[in-house]
């Protein structure tokens, strides 16, 4: 079976010259789910960043087989979901629905459609009762489940979160979780949430200053203490 | 693409920025003062600027490349080509068609595009050569009001915090703006695009709002109670205070000489 | 040729050089009477809480004006904020955000001149905010009663503060004789209708969100209520003026009166000068040809002196350094 996600020697320098990856080559096979694991710094939001074109580095990226280049970013867009850090950074529509429709609308989709498509992104978050609510208002945890519909109402083959857990707190964080475990995308996810890796992921990438050290079945990265101390993780 | 300070241990960077204002000013106040097609006079200008560019030890490219951009609105003069001044001479294109111009109006045409450019460089170099904070504390001493150098410290210091929430909020509608080959009209209706455009504006203003009253919780936690201090600047050396005199009256001259030459 | 300034992002700044001095020198003053007026009516009405609020916004409107859609091809619309920023802020807030934002955008992007700048804080930060002021007021006392009177006045309010702007802006190149009058106005002004209906569009959507969000913000600035009565009317007169004054100078072919007399009043200036001073103190004068080629060969000659003493202070320093290991 062809990799639904290839990346072939990335490298990628920022505009003030920091260097956030290095050659990094993988292989991700569709309905895989991968933890990117790293301290702060590692590259994994760079990486990410990669995946659908937000960031041209030098190297290749394939999605589906289709190069991540200036004139496939409107496919490979439809193919890969991100889910940045800051929710907040990704509601910007007066009410639910509105965020969770502008996908499907970009792209085109009649009206009737894109409510069905909104239908189902919200149920697929447990958050249907939200569809008129205003998303400024909506507690950490609700804005970052919404804005995963907002990206799941694209029908996106991979999912790419970054950070999902972050400021949450225990409960809300918990049912992240099990929400995430209900998704069958691929998944990519990066984070320092060492125990959502563990619970969510059969396979874990373990990036440190911008080059991959491990890549790994997930048990085995998350119990090699040394390795984990090593590269600023225990 | 911001032009802020470049670091550099240059005479120019480490001069006092009060100085380095009053000079621009005096620069770009005597150049466009100078009548039109004053030609050798722009020249004269121009060395100066080019010897500012030297002295600051920055690549004169660099400047140029910044003023260029300023081209565009230089179309907004080009009828003066056509609409100066009588004499209107003719010349000839493709054989029998005749066009008539003025060359006094295409005198005055290129004299506006020589001052535009040299302005904004001169500008550019403010720019690149003092940091914002600097600029400020010229103008403070130069009377500007203290409440408003005060906003402007302020806009300044949560300037790169909010652009990059911006950049960060287009980053993410970019990512949910994609096409599949089953659909046509992509992209929404023009006024669908425009809402979302304001929407994200109305979200930005909100958290700033946010962030503004949660600021000002933790400045009134620290004691703030509207009252503004700024650090009084020492009063500028001997030195400085010759160079700032000798470079007005240098440019005062070359306007008071571009009197004779332009008209 | 005109739709050139449209490619710029911010076809309203005007750079250093459009500008004859005296039109510059009267809109420095005629803003800083305005700025200076702002800062102590919102010292009065917003006492310490004006400095972290109105920082913060001048920094998001700033920011905000790179958000932006594509209309057709590559360009795309943008926002400029007066209106958003008076509608939220009220007029006098707004004059000093606008205002910041404007001096930031010609110190940082060289989005507009230092000279000129007085010319451009009046187009956007003035007359930009009192047209709306005035146009929003107006029409959400007429709308009242109508759920869409709020979204309607912010629209318009908005397209005519970048309307009204331009026409200001156009009038001050004519003034100064860098565009005739006949082209200027109509050229600034047809680019503007365009451009308007984005900010207007814009606008709309912000406000759309505001309402959803957080009504009260929309309502109890209450500075509708307060007399602002003054801005109320300037801006009123001001939007009436040029909208009726544009038309009336742009049927001039030649530009306006004034034009003429400011170049006359110059060359009488010129004249008496030369009576002082005789021919031969300037020599070479007479011949402008040869004076722009002296002037070449010494700025040349100066420009390498300058190139050549740098690269020898930097060769001392180096020198220095690696003597000293």
Redesign the interface.
């Known amino acids: 079976m062809n990799p639904i996600i290839e990346i072939r020697g990335l490298s990628y320098t920022y505009p003030d010259g920091k260097q956030a990856l290095h050659e990094i080559n993988l292989t991700i096979k569709t309905g895989e789910k991968v933890a990117l694991v790293g301290a702060n710094g590692a590259g994994k939001s760079t990486l990410l960043l990669s995946l659908n074109g937000v960031l041209q580095g030098e190297g290749a990226v394939f999605i589906n087989g289709i190069e991540v280049k200036r004139e496939n970013l409107r496919y490979i867009r439809a193919m890969v979901g991100i889910v940045f850090q800051n929710p907040d950074d990704q509601l910007f529509s007066p009410t639910v629905f509105e965020d969770v429709a502008y996908g499907p609308m970009y792209q085109g989709f009649s009206k009737v459609m894109v409510q069905e498509r909104v239908k189902q992104a919200l149920q697929a978050v447990r958050m249907e009762d939200y569809v008129n609510r205003n998303p400024h208002h909506l507690s950490h945890g609700e804005k970052k489940r919404i804005a995963i519909a907002t990206v799941l109402s694209m029908q996106s083959q991979i999912l790419a979160l970054d950070e999902p857990t972050s400021e949450l707190d225990p409960r809300a964080r918990r049912e992240l979780i099990a929400l995430l475990l209900e998704l069958p995308q691929t998944m990519i996810v990066a984070t320092h949430d060492l125990d959502l890796a563990r619970q969510l992921t059969t396979r874990t990438v373990l990036l440190s200053q911008g080059r991959i050290i491990a890549d790994d079945i997930t048990t085995n990265i998350l119990n090699n203490e040394i390795l984990l101390t090593d590269h600023e993780l225990n | 693409m911001w032009q802020v300070r470049m670091e550099s241990n240059s005479p120019v960077h480490r001069a006092d920025a009060r100085v380095k204002v009053t000079l621009t000013l005096a620069f770009i106040l005597f150049l466009n003062m100078a009548p039109h097609q004053a030609w050798p006079i722009y020249i004269l200008f121009l060395t100066v600027l080019l010897s500012m560019i030297l002295l600051a030890r920055m690549s004169i490219w660099r400047v140029i490349r910044r003023t260029l951009l300023v081209t565009p609105f230089i179309l907004a003069a080009f009828p003066l080509i056509f609409s100066g001044p009588v004499p209107h001479l003719s010349i000839s294109i493709f054989g029998s068609d005749v066009i008539k111009y003025s060359p006094e109006g295409l005198g005055r045409f290129i004299s506006i595009a020589v001052k535009a450019w040299l302005s904004t460089s001169a500008a550019i170099m403010l720019t690149l050569t003092t940091s914002f904070p600097d600029i400020l504390t010229a103008l403070a001493y130069y009377g500007v009001p203290k409440l408003f150098i005060a906003i402007l410290g302020l806009m300044w210091r949560y300037l790169f915090i909010i652009n990059d929430e911006v950049l960060r909020m287009m980053r993410a509608r970019d990512s949910r703006s994609a096409v599949t080959p089953c659909t046509q009209q992509v992209g929404g209706s023009l006024f669908w695009r425009a809402r979302v455009t304001g929407s994200m504006v109305g979200s930005l203003l909100l958290r700033s709002l946010e962030r503004s009253v949660r600021l000002y919780a933790a400045m009134l936690s620290r004691g703030y109670n509207g009252e503004l201090f700024t650090l009084e600047a020492n009063a500028l050396s001997h030195t400085e205070r010759r160079i700032l005199s000798l470079g007005v009256l240098l440019l005062g001259v070359l306007w008071g000489m571009s009197l004779f030459i332009g008209d | ?2 739709f ?2 449209v ?2 992002r911010h ?1 309203m700044h ?5 500008l004859s ?1 005296l039109v ?1 020198i009267i809109f420095w003053m005629i803003s800083i009477i305005v ?2 007026i702002a ?1 102590r009516k919102t ?1 009065q009405t917003l ?18 004006q ?6 057709t091809g590559g360009t795309s ?1 943008h ?1 400029l ?1 007066a209106a ?1 920023a008076t509608i ?1 802020l009220g007029p006098w807030a707004a004059v ?1 955000v606008m205002t ?1 934002v404007v ?2 955008q ?5 989005d507009g ?3 000129a700048l007085g010319a451009n804080i009046f187009n956007m930060a003035v007359v930009g905010v009192f047209v709306s002021y005035a146009i929003y007021t107006w029409l959400i006392t007429l709308f009242r009663k109508q759920s869409w009177g709020m979204l309607f006045a912010g629209f318009v309010a908005a397209w005519g503060s970048i309307f009204v702007a331009s026409l200001s802006c156009a009038l001050q ?1 004519a003034l100064s004789g ?3 009058a006949n ?2 106005i109509p050229a600034m002004g047809g680019i503007h209708v365009l451009i308007g209906i ?1 900010e207007g ?14 009504k009260d ?1 929309l309502t109890t600035q209450g500075n509708i209520k307060i007399t602002n009565k003054g801005i109320l009317i300037g801006g009123s007169v001001i939007a009436l003026m040029l909208t009726v004054l544009s038309p009336l100078a742009s049927s001039h ?2 530009g306006l009166e004034w034009v003429a007399e400011q170049h006359g009043f ?1 060359e009488n200036a ?1 004249e008496a ?2 009576e002082f ?1 005789p021919d031969y103190v ?1 020599p070479g ?1 007479s011949n ?1 040809a040869l ?2 080629i ?3 060969i ?3 000659i ?2 390498f002196s ?2 050549y003493g ?1 690269a020898r202070a ?1 060769k001392r320093v180096t020198k220095g350094k690696s003597l000293r290991g």
């Open positions: 040729m005109f050139a300034p490619l710029s076809p005007i750079p250093d050089g459009f001095l510059s700025i200076r800062l010292n006492d310490e809480r004006q400095v972290p609020l109105m920082g913060v916004l001048a920094a998001a409107i700033f920011a905000g790179m958000l932006n859609f594509s209309v619309g926002l904020g958003i939220l000093l910041s001096i930031v010609a110190l940082l992007f060289q001149g230092l000279l190149l860098t565009s005739p082209i200027a984005g569009l814009i606008t709309l959507g912000a406000l759309a969100f505001l309402f959803v969000a957080q913000l072919p030649d110059l010129r000068l030369y001073i300037m004068i402008p004076a722009t002296a002037a070449g010494l700025g040349a100066i420009v300058v190139a740098v930097e």
